[in-house]
């Protein structure tokens, strides 16, 4: 472990509380061109996270939102703070291997200044709901995202964990029914 990583106690063993981008891996399945953050900061066990993106001109949406006026998508920031989300929660998982952590729902989402390159997102998520049951996990986060300490986008996000094998026979049961 690093010097500047803290740790807190949780059932009895010693949890990081600040993550690289190796450890993030570790826990996210999402990879280069859709990994949207760069370093865990603060964690929280089922409580909150900060993470951060650094945000560069070699972003592959770049090239065509917008030319000559480069500008973050809403929709990849939210799904930032998703991805940060999901890296809090899948920590409680002990197969995350197997499973996806996918979108139920997206509210109250807002957005209040563009994301350029740059920029460095500090994406702060708060679990306002949690449910398990039995192999169900469901979950309610509230994420905000600033740059330089100005909030730039905000949004409530909704999440079930499934297993991965589902997500993919899912995808071909909705590819079968066009």
Known sequence: MNDSA??????????????????IQKILPHRYPFLLIDRVLELARKERIVAIKNVTINEPFFAGHFPGAP?????????AIAQAGGALLLTEVGDRENKLMVFTSIERAKFR?????????????KVVGWR??????????????????RKVAEATVGCQLIDSSKGRA???DDADSE
Do not use: F, W, Y
């Open 6 to 23: 803290h740790t807190i106690e949780a059932a009895g063993t010693a949890e990081k509380t600040v993550l690289d981008i190796n450890e």
């Open 132 to 149: 398990a049951v039995r192999n169900m996990v469901a979950a309610r986060m509230e994420g905000i995202a600033s740059v330089d300490g």
């Open 71 to 79: 500008i973050m998508p809403g929709v990849l920031i939210i799904e």
């Open 170 to 172: 899912g995808a071909r």
């Open 113 to 125: 200044k563009p994301v350029v390159p740059g920029d460095q997102l500090r994406l702060e998520v």
